[in-house]
């Protein structure tokens, strides 16, 4: 007999789709993540300075992005790379958010930093590399922010529904689930873009899917294409790293968009997110159909 998702995911029950839960929707600032609308989440790889900062923060969100983005803390492939301005950086990300009205969302490292960064952010980043981190996961979700939980570049579908359960037993249900691309034998590309997990966790999890196509492709000519088939795989939204001076950014500058490309990117993106807003609504109309044909069975 086929085993069934439910069979597989056995360990992870409370992430998993169920009668009572068919979504979780996590309430950010005036925005709903998981709600219907696709959310574009935009910004820096990292907070550099103030005139980059507001500069991108104003240009996204004229642009349409939702929530601004910029690491604070930066993880880095080099421990002698930019590690991020800390407090600093943190206070410019809070004067963005005053300035344009913008969600900030801020990777957090470490357990230490948790209450700082949770006093700024209104979502908690938790990166690639500390995926399945479960001390970090836990005291971040006990800060009561929203969690970003991305993808370990190395971590499977489980280990990420693992780490998600992690943070729902310690009392969060808000949870966003980001695929950015997983290592495999390719090297072209950053990492490899796995849709497939995307459509997987759409249909078998109840949390919020966002797709990170700067860091899967790793090339920012490519972000344009992942993004867009990040829609059309039902995601739930994006988060997309834009630069002023991509060739001059202090990290990550390959995969980061500049301004015009992000606004090429965003009105590419209009015909697939009226697509998406179509097969959404036809699912509504059909699970309601569903719904009445089965209330209809258990009457007679
Ligand atoms: C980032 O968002 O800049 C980042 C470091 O991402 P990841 O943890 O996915 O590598
Ligand atoms: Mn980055």
């Not at 801020?106 to 001390?135: C, F, H, K, W």
């Not at 015909?271 to 258990?298: C, D, F, I, S, Y």
């Amino acid at each position: 007999m086929r085993e069934s998702w439910h069979e597989r995911f056995a360990e992870t029950p409370d992430v998993l789709k169920n009668a009572q839960r068919q979504r979780t929707i996590v309430p950010v600032l005036d925005l709903e993540i998981g709600g219907g609308e696709f959310i574009v989440m935009a910004g820096p790889c990292a907070v550099e300075t103030e005139a980059q900062l507001m500069a991108t923060a104003n240009h996204v969100r004229r642009g349409g992005a939702h929530i601004l983005r910029g690491g604070a803390f930066k993880p880095r492939s080099s421990p002698y790379a930019f590690q991020g301005l800390g407090l600093e950086g943190l206070k410019l990300l809070a004067r963005a958010r005053q300035e344009t009205g913008l969600a900030i969302v801020t990777e957090v490292m470490s357990e230490d930093d948790v209450p700082m960064v949770a006093e700024y952010a209104d979502i908690l980043q938790i990166g690639s590399r500390n995926s399945e981190n479960y001390s970090l996961l836990e005291t971040a979700a006990r800060s009561g922010r929203p969690l970003l939980l991305k993808r370990g570049m190395m971590a499977t579908v489980a280990d990420l529904l693992r780490s998600a359960q992690m943070v729902l037993d310690n009392g969060n249900p808000n949870v966003i689930l980001c695929e950015r691309g997983i290592r495999t034998f390719e090297t072209a590309t950053r990492n490899t873009f796995d849709v497939a997990a995307i459509a997987l966790l759409k249909q078998i999890s109840h949390l919020p899917v966002i797709a990170d196509p700067s860091h899967a492709a790793g090339h920012r000519e490519l972000v344009p294409a992942l993004a867009r088939i990040a829609v059309v795989a039902e995601a739930d939204g994006l988060i997309v790293e834009v630069h002023p001076n991509p060739d001059k950014a202090w990290s990550d500058g390959e995969q980061s968009l500049d301004f015009a490309g992000f606004d090429a990117m965003m009105n590419a993106l209009e015909p697939w997110m009226e697509w998406r807003a179509t097969a959404l609504n036809v699912e509504k109309l059909e699970q309601h159909e569903l719904a009445g044909l089965q209330m209809a069975e258990a009457v007679r």
